[in-house]
């Protein structure tokens, strides 16, 4: 969440030519006292909190209440309260560990491959550059490819006997693979779909971080004889650690929530992932249960355990950055 | 949550007074020159970032024994139109280009609009309970949209509204990351004085609003609108509940494509080719606009 105004051009372009002599301190006073009690505020944040009420706060709470009971899609009135009982349900359900383990596996396979290489990318970016526009934006193309698009030429790329990966690896003597059935193949595919969507614009993230440091610290790391590979190693990644902290996270809601490529990969549209659930997400395992069992209490208390599992990762950063901070001062 | 946005802010000190020429004239100090192997690098990622898009169009004019050969084909040919027009006589990808249209243009402008308002008074404005608001805002970005669905779709299902374009509108319009851009950026690039110079004239609070914030505002809302139209072009989770492929936007009509009724690579490729272009297109016009957009501080949708 690096801020649109850091960037000098646009708050030069934006920024108003310089108004009136300073106001007098009473003024001043005036003023804040005015601004504190302003109630139009109320006005203007009224239609997003509007719609933040009717789209998202009442469904979170109706989630809740709905993974409280056993609900029938079919059925929704008849609604029967079973209180914990879809998470403990949950909890004892093989289904439930193997989409969690198949998230975790898939989630580590392409956040930290994407994040290294962003990383690497963002330093390269960094240099001066011949048709470095050229570079930003092709690298960018990814994440404007829609899920769906992505995943329907991957599923080709990955085909077992059309596959342009497989003929590759045929000419250079390898077998082909059934990327599709394996548990591992399959979830290395998909982790290559997620990759190549992020990838550039985390670069362009980690870019935008570095453009900011300090050159005073390449500098005096440059009279201590410091190679460049060293100065990427301890200025670059510790001035970074911050932005780093912060895409780790985002990737990781975003790998919590997988969906769309699980679903796609299968070329069946099949909810399961896989014939034998080989890649079948937290994701996919809930609108599974939801849009193909028709069991609502089931899905909720399935949705909520992935936000609860958000909030623990989200802490652990939050602790971590804080550690830092006090560590710092 | 606060740490987490405050984090990046740290990251990147905010150089406001700096005026451009000098910020580049010291970036052209410290920034070293790349070398070959810089470019052969960066070339190789842009091929791969980009090959994949050329490969659909590729294996949307090939039958599956041609994809196969050896050498495989790096060239379309002319059954390209001959898949396309196949393409859109299984799904109605016509319908669903002019649907996301809507859907994404609708979005786009509500987002910009209901963002731009709350950004400015969390940034401007004091008034009761707005930290604790704002706290809410921010949190609610890191809410799986699994959190929401079942209730929406009883929703719309009451409603009557499944297949039909509001049930994908309304519920998108509700973009946490939009306030929160808006107020970051109108924090800084607002300044008090000029509000108060407004009020002096006598200007209404709404007057004030059209005639001075949004005129500072309108690079950021640019920005946001680029990417907010970018997001809900290419959303795929909830349109796939709420739509069909009676009515679809181009994601379900690609779900619904890939989705296994259809037997042949080509016609499937195809179909992909012609959802994604309209995207890519504009992408190619605005895409140096985008990565400033993003660099200036963009979030996953």
């Not at chain 2, 509108?169 to 950026?185: D, E, I, K, N, Y």
Request: hydrophobic share 50%; proline share 6%; net charge positive.
């Amino acid at each position: 969440m690096t801020i649109a105004s850091d960037d000098p051009r646009v708050a030069a372009a934006a920024a108003p030519p310089p108004s009136a002599p300073p106001a007098p301190a009473t003024a001043a006073r005036r003023r804040r006292s005015r601004l504190t009690r302003n109630r139009w505020g109320y006005a203007y944040v009224a239609p997003f909190f509007v719609l933040f009420a009717a789209f998202s706060l009442y469904p979170f709470l109706y989630t809740a209440y709905i993974s409280l009971h056993e609900v029938r899609l079919s059925d929704i009135d008849g609604a029967v309260f079973v209180g914990f009982g879809n998470y403990t349900e949950l909890l004892q359900n093989e289904f439930f560990w193997n989409a969690a383990r198949n998230t975790l596996t898939i989630g580590i396979l392409s956040t930290v491959p994407q994040l290294a290489i962003a990383l690497g990318l963002a330093h390269l970016l960094n240099y001066r550059l011949r048709g470095r526009t050229f570079f930003r934006v092709a690298m960018l193309m990814p994440y404007a490819t829609s899920i769906a698009a992505a995943t329907l030429v991957f599923a080709q790329l990955f085909g077992h006997d059309y596959g342009l990966i497989n003929t590759l690896l045929e000419a250079v003597g390898f077998d082909r693979i059934d990327w599709e059935s394996g548990t591992w193949t399959s979830q290395i595919a998909i982790s290559v779909i997620v990759t190549w969507r992020w990838t550039g614009y985390n670069a362009l993230i980690y870019l935008a971080a570095m453009q900011a440091i300090p050159n005073d610290l390449y500098e005096a790391a440059t009279l201590d004889g410091a190679s460049r590979w060293q100065q990427f190693l301890h200025v670059t990644v510790p001035a970074l650690k911050p932005t780093i902290l912060f895409t780790i996270v985002v990737s990781t809601i975003g790998a919590v929530q997988l969906f769309g490529e699980p679903l796609l990969f299968s070329g069946n549209g099949m909810t399961s992932g896989g014939v034998s659930n080989q890649y079948q997400t937290l994701g996919l395992l809930m609108y599974d249960q939801g849009w193909t069992n028709f069991r609502l209490g089931q899905a909720a208390a399935t949705a909520w355990t992935m936000f609860l599992i958000i909030l623990v990762v989200v802490g652990i950063a939050g602790l971590i950055a804080r550690r830092r901070a006090r560590a710092e001062r | 949550m606060t740490t987490l946005t405050s984090a990046p802010e740290q990251a990147v000190p905010a150089p406001a007074s700096a005026s451009a020429p000098r910020r580049r004239g010291r970036r052209a100090r410290k920034v070293t020159s790349a070398g070959p192997l810089t470019h052969v690098l960066l070339g190789l990622t842009a091929l791969l970032s980009v090959f994949p898009l050329y490969w659909t169009a590729v294996a949307a004019s090939k039958t599956n024994a041609e994809l196969a050969g050896t050498p495989p084909p790096f060239l379309p040919d002319a059954d390209l139109f001959t898949n396309i027009g196949r393409a859109m006589e299984e799904a109605p990808i016509g319908l669903a280009i002019v649907n996301s249209v809507i859907v994404a243009g609708c979005i786009t402008v509500g987002t910009v609009l209901c963002s731009t308002l709350a950004g400015f008074a969390f940034a401007k404005l004091r008034f009761r309970g707005n930290k604790a608001l704002l706290g809410l805002v921010v949190g609610t970005m890191m809410v799986p949209t699994q959190l929401a669905i079942i209730p929406l779709f009883i929703l719309i299902a009451q409603l009557q509204w499944v297949d039909h374009l509001q049930a994908v509108v309304l519920p998108t319009l509700v973009s946490a990351f939009g306030v929160f851009f808006m107020r970051q950026f109108l924090s800084q690039a607002l300044p008090d004085e000029l509000l108060e110079a407004a009020r002096m004239d006598g200007a209404s609070t709404l007057r004030t609003f059209w005639s001075v914030v949004v005129p500072v505002a309108r690079p950021a809302m640019a920005v946001l609108a680029m990417l907010t139209f970018l997001t809900a072009w290419n959303d795929f989770f909830w349109p796939i509940i709420a739509l069909t492929t009676e009515n679809p936007t181009v994601q379900v009509a690609l779900a619904g494509l890939g989705g296994g009724y259809v037997p042949d690579t080509a016609v499937i490729m195809a179909g992909t080719l012609v959802g994604t272009l309209p995207v890519l297109v504009v992408f190619v016009v605005l895409g140096k606009q985008i990565v400033g957009g993003i660099m200036q501080g963009a979030v996953k949708g």
